[in-house]
């Protein structure tokens, strides 16, 4: 069973910093696209950043420039270097994993208990 433990969130005033981390269980990073989604308050989940077992990158344009994603496959972990964070990065933020069409799907059964992000304007 997959489990996923996402950590690093807090309270952040705009234009400050905060860098994520998402530690998974089981050989869900050693093939697979890893992601990280935000979901705000009234709003869908939205995917922010995936990175692919090769190193292949891409960004939501909201965050393009502001965000950089990295994983450690030795330590099943994926970051999220989060700068210049504004007050609509506010959500709180998931990782997940899996093959590039249901990381972009979203197409996930289960989720971590994700971790809160509020930036304060």
């Known amino acids: 069973q997959v489990q996923l433990v996402e950590s690093g969130g807090g309270l952040v005033q705009t234009g400050g910093s905060l860098r994520l981390s998402c530690a998974a269980s089981?050989?869900?990073?050693?093939?697979?696209?890893m992601a990280w989604y935000r979901q705000a308050p009234g709003k869908q989940r939205e995917m922010v950043a995936f990175?692919?077992?090769?190193?292949?990158?891409n960004y939501a344009d909201s965050v393009k420039g502001r965000f950089t994603i990295s994983r450690d496959n030795a330590r099943n972990t994926v970051f999220l270097q989060m700068n210049s964070l504004k007050p609509e990065d506010t959500a709180v933020y998931y990782c997940?994993?899996?093959?590039?069409?249901?990381?972009?799907?979203?197409?996930?059964?289960?989720w971590g208990q994700g971790t809160q992000v509020t930036v304060s304007s």
């Open positions: 990175i692919t077992s090769t190193g292949g990158i």
């Open positions: 089981g050989s869900i990073f050693s093939d697979n696209t």
């Open positions: 997940n994993g899996g093959a590039l069409w249901r990381v972009d799907a979203g197409a996930f059964a289960s």
